[in-house]
């Protein structure tokens, strides 16, 4: 049974920073691709970036340069450093599973994933 249980998320001030992280269990979470989505109210769950067991990232354009996804799979935590924050940022921020070494050309959709957290709230202030 795949559990995946996030933290970190805080109100903060635009230009502040956060680290989320989202520790795993219940599975061989090295052999997962790992992946963070967000949800801001009235709108769709976006991806926002994702991580293979090989290591390999990809990141949504609109946190590309200022986020990094990162995972321990000694610890089977996942990570996601953000920086220069955002009001824009402002929203619930989910960690999601799914097996494979490789997250693919599709990982910022939601159906790539069958594994969610439950989310932790990422508020940003301007």
């Given at each position: 049974q795949?559990?995946?249980?996030?933290?970190?998320?805080?109100?903060?001030?635009?230009?502040?920073?956060?680290?989320?992280?989202?520790a795993a269990s219940g599975y061989t979470f090295s052999s997962y691709c790992m992946a963070w989505f967000r949800q801001a109210p009235g709108k769709e769950r976006e991806g926002v970036a994702a991580i293979g067991s090989n290591g390999f990232t990809n990141?949504?354009?609109?946190?590309?340069?200022?986020?990094?996804?990162?995972?321990?799979?000694?610890?089977?935590?996942?990570?996601?450093?953000?920086?220069?924050?955002?009001?824009?940022?402002?929203?619930?921020?989910?960690?999601?599973?799914?097996?494979?070494?490789?997250?693919?050309a599709y990982w910022d959709h939601e159906t790539s994933f069958g594994s969610w957290g439950q989310g932790t709230q990422v508020t940003v202030s301007s």
């Open positions: 795949v559990q995946l249980v996030e933290s970190g998320g805080s109100s903060v001030q635009a230009g502040g920073s956060l680290r989320l992280s989202c990141y949504a354009t609109s946190v590309k340069g200022r986020f990094t996804i990162s995972r321990d799979n000694g610890a089977n935590i996942l990570y996601l450093q953000m920086n220069s924050l955002k009001p824009e940022d402002t929203a619930m921020y989910y960690c999601a599973a799914n097996p494979g070494y490789s997250c693919g």
